[in-house]
């Protein structure tokens, strides 16, 4: 079983930064993490993910170039740094764990989802 805990979302004004993490527990090693959002009446969409060393990224169009997924040493820790946020990034942020070693957009391949965090950017 593994157990994912987001933290760091919040109200900031556009043009501000934040960074969200997500920590794991349990059987969480050598997996690909990743972060999804869903705004109210919207689907949950793909955001950015990583794999297990590191090595590949992938990001979503929309925050390509603002927001910089990473892995903490220890590995069972991923962040989401987001930069110049825009009111369009406004959204319950879900972290999300997937059985894989390469990077999925889908949301039906990730195995495990953390509660979300939010991050609010007004207009």
């Known amino acids: 079983q593994v157990q994912l805990v987001e933290s760091g979302g919040g109200l900031v004004q556009a043009g501000a930064s934040l960074r969200l993490s997500c920590a794991a527990s349990?059987?969480?090693?050598?997996?690909?993490m990743g972060w999804f959002r869903q705004a109210p009446g919207k689907e949950r969409e793909f955001v950015a993910a990583?794999?297990?060393?590191?090595?590949?990224?992938a990001y979503a169009d929309s925050v390509k170039g603002r927001f910089i997924i990473s892995r903490g040493n220890a590995r069972n820790t991923v962040y989401l740094q987001m930069n110049d946020l825009k009111p369009e990034d406004t959204a319950l942020y879900y972290c999300?764990?997937?059985?894989?070693?390469?990077?999925?957009?889908?949301?039906?391949?990730?195995?495990?989802w953390g509660q979300g965090t939010q991050v609010t950017v007004p207009s």
């Open positions: 999300a764990l997937a059985r894989t070693t390469v990077v999925p957009r889908t949301t039906y391949e990730y195995h495990y």
């Open positions: 349990g059987r969480a090693f050598s997996y690909t």
């Open positions: 990583i794999t297990w060393s590191g090595g590949i990224t």
